[in-house]
T-cell receptor, first 113, second 121 residues
Framework: GNSVTQMEGPVTLSEEAFLTINCTYT??????LFWYVQYPGEGLQLLLK?????DKGSNKGFEATYRKETTSFHLEKGSVQVSDSAVYFC????????????FGTGTRLLVSP | DAGVIQSPRHEVTEMGQEVTLRCKLI?????LFWYRQTMMRGLELLIY????????DSGMPEDRFSAKMPNASFSTLKIQPSEPRDSAVYFC???????????????????FGEGSRLTVL
């Protein structure tokens, strides 16, 4: 079945550092890929998405490129801020009529001033 | 626009008691998902509905758990009797699911509520 593997956290960075959170997936067909973010005490919210190979999703300075050849969707940001501290979830959406997102285990990011 | 509304935000109860969690979907959405989040198991999909019909309840832990959608905008998740291992944050999410066959892929976004934190003593 479909699955998502994320790097273990926490990831600890200083402000303005470069961020990479790795995500790889296993799926049949042509899934969509997502990054969700969860700030403390809140629910998950969509950060960015890509619906087909070579698509790049971007939002709030974050980017991720759908790489079918490496089955990856790594999240990057050139310069993190303290306010980016949160848990980031990679997710895979099925390509059938009923969407059932498969989430990774989440990666906690801690950014210090 | 009102988002997904969950209640209660926090619930503390004793083992054996019945717990009911509530969720109001975003207006116009047709799909409802219940997730459970714990440190040990991460985010788990319990059940999801499309147009008020349960589509997949394979994630429901056991018969003590039940979920309903009495109408298109509201859902409940009930645990009876509750146990300490049910302690978790329960999230409800809604979406507008478009049925278009296999292609193009369904790319609907899930909109999550703020969660209900349940503690069973």
């Amino acid at each position: 079945g479909n699955s998502v593997t994320q790097m273990e956290g926490p990831v600890t960075l200083s402000e303005e550092a470069f961020l990479t959170i790795n995500c790889t997936y296993t799926a049949t067909g042509y899934p969509s890929l997502f990054w969700y973010v969860q700030y403390p005490g809140e629910g998950l919210q969509l950060l960015l998405k890509a619906t087909k190979a070579d698509d790049k999703g971007s939002n709030k300075g974050f980017e991720a490129t759908y790489r079918k050849e490496t089955t990856s969707f790594h999240l990057e940001k050139g310069s993190v801020q303290v306010s980016d501290s949160a848990v980031y979830f990679c997710a895979l959406g099925g390509d059938t009529g009923f969407q059932k997102l498969v989430f990774g285990t989440g990666t906690r990011l801690l950014v210090s001033p | 626009d009102a988002g997904v509304i969950q209640s209660p935000r926090h619930e503390v109860t004793e083992m054996g008691q019945e717990v009911t969690l509530r969720c109001k979907l975003i207006s116009g959405h047709n799909s409802l998902f219940w997730y459970r989040q714990t440190m040990m198991r991460g985010l788990e999909l319990l059940i999801y509905f499309n147009n008020n019909v349960p589509i997949d309840d394979s994630g429901m832990p056991e018969d003590r758990f039940s979920a309903k959608m009495p109408n298109a905008s509201f859902s409940t998740l009930k645990i009876q009797p509750s146990e300490p291992r049910d302690s978790a944050v329960y999230f409800c999410a809604s979406s507008l699911l478009l049925r278009g066959g296999l292609y193009p892929p369904n790319t609907g976004e899930l909109f999550f509520g703020e969660g209900s934190r349940l503690t069973v003593l």
